[in-house]
């Protein structure tokens, strides 16, 4: 009988992972601290304030925790039923939330005192914000309306109606205190406008509206419902830019980080996806212990905090050991020792070659060898903004004029080129093209010799740069108008009131007489 022969199994090495920046970058928050409250968590919020204490909203209070020590250091239960969507003003003094009874309270969150309560709802309040001013509140209710409150009269000022079901998400503008935007499970994102006291813009985001938030600019929010992510441009009447679709259950909240430059998405699929904004890809995802229903991270990206329907809270702190980091600055200084000495050396002997080069001609008053000093390749190159400043210090001593007559074509291609290349570069745009005015003083009377030749085409080439150059500047100033029009720019109008938004609030008769159950 002949042998059996086993079948020959190649062995594939595994592939090498690939750590992106940002992998590494968010990797280090590492292994969270688990903290149980006493419900679902509803809502958490961070102050934008250092030392960015954030607000957990879950049954019937909402706690103020520490990022540091992550332990409670503000404890609110002042509410008769659940309370809702706790959120910070952006000075980080007070606190606004709503309740399952319909009722938004305002609070001082040093003293835990209510200073004013909001009535006019018929049903509960699940999300609360205030404007951009700091002087009014904006509050979204299951009873398919947004309120408009003024914080220094208490007063109810507007009822924005339009929606046929819960409103369950909204946002106030980050730059403009006039635009409110509400999501309703009517599968609508409406947009208000408190100065004409009506809806703006309406689109259809397909699915029932969970979570909504602004860019920094204002121009572009993002709404987050069923399984998409939607990003909409409010500047082109809410057109939709992109619909990310990356989690495959509904996506309860989202937040911004890394200034603006990140975005989070968290859902019931317990996986937080974070975005890259420019590009809208996903760059990292985070596991969680169970479905998510809301996360908030700092302004300074230190803290993470993911809360979850169990009544867990999850803490992620970016923590660094000063002992390792201290052990690997001094094992890179020396393996690198010795380039870094050889480097610099290269380096200064270098910037005495060069640089002094042209300083020395400048003293001299030789401005065309300075100029030549100056737009040698290993400067040109490798530092414009010294050649830049050359020409700005020629500019200011009269003297570029007589720098560049009489020069070869060669010359006149390198500095042609030099211009076209970095006069849309804003650092050097005002002094390049005073630069442009002036070689063209210069060579008037000679372009036609100059047509069809190499320094010919360098003009044109430098034409067509400065046309391009001048429709971007027309787009902007078009895309400026329309800020303008739709109020994203900055409103610097006072409220009527004439209160600062800093200044401190005394308690109403109303939140007085209002009853309290304070628990320390």
Known sequence: MSQFKKTDTKIYSKSATVLSPDTIYWKKLGVPTLVKEFGAIDYIYFSPVEPYLFAVTASVRVQ?????TKLVVKNITKFQEAA???SFRKDGSLLVAGDELGKVRLFDVTSRTILRFFEGHKAPVHRTFFTADGHHVASFSDDRTVGYWDIATENHLHTFTGHEDYIRAGCTS??????ILSGGYDRKIRMYDTRVKDCVMTVD????????LFLPSGGIFISAGGTSVNVYDALAGGRQLAQLSQHHKTVTCLQLASNGKRL???????????YDIATYQVVHTIDSSNAILSLGISKNDETLVTGMVDGLIAIYRRESDPQDEQTNRRSRKSRY???????????????????????RMLRKYEYKKALDAGMTVSIRRRWPEKTVALIKELIRRKGLHRALADRTSDFLVIF?????????????????????????????????????????????TLAEKLQTEEQLVQEFLKLQGALDMISVA??????????????????????????????D
């Open 84 to 86: 809702h969507g706790g």
């Open 205 to 212: 985001h397909g699915q029932p509206v969970e979570s909504m």
């Open 64 to 68: 103020i925790y520490n990022p540091i």
């Open 337 to 359: 020792q010795h380039i870094f000495e050889s480097s610099d050396q290269q380096v200064d002997e270098f910037k005495y070659k060069a640089i002094t080069a042209y300083d």
């Open 490 to 519: 900055a409103d610097t109008e006072e409220p009527e009131s004439g209160d600062d938004a800093s200044a401190p609030y005394d308690a109403s008769k109303k939140a007085k007489t209002h009853t309290v159950i304070s628990v």
């Open 264 to 274: 989070f998405s968290g859902s019931l699929d317990r996986h937080v996806k974070v």
């Open 416 to 460: 042609i080129n030099f211009l076209t290349r970095h006069i849309g570069d804003y650092r050097f745009t005002s002094t390049l093209i005073d630069a442009s005015n002036i070689l063209l003083d210069v060579y008037e009377d000679s372009f036609e010799k100059f047509a069809g030749t190499i320094v010919g085409k360098a003009f044109v």
């Open 174 to 179: 980050p730059i403009s205190p006039n635009i």
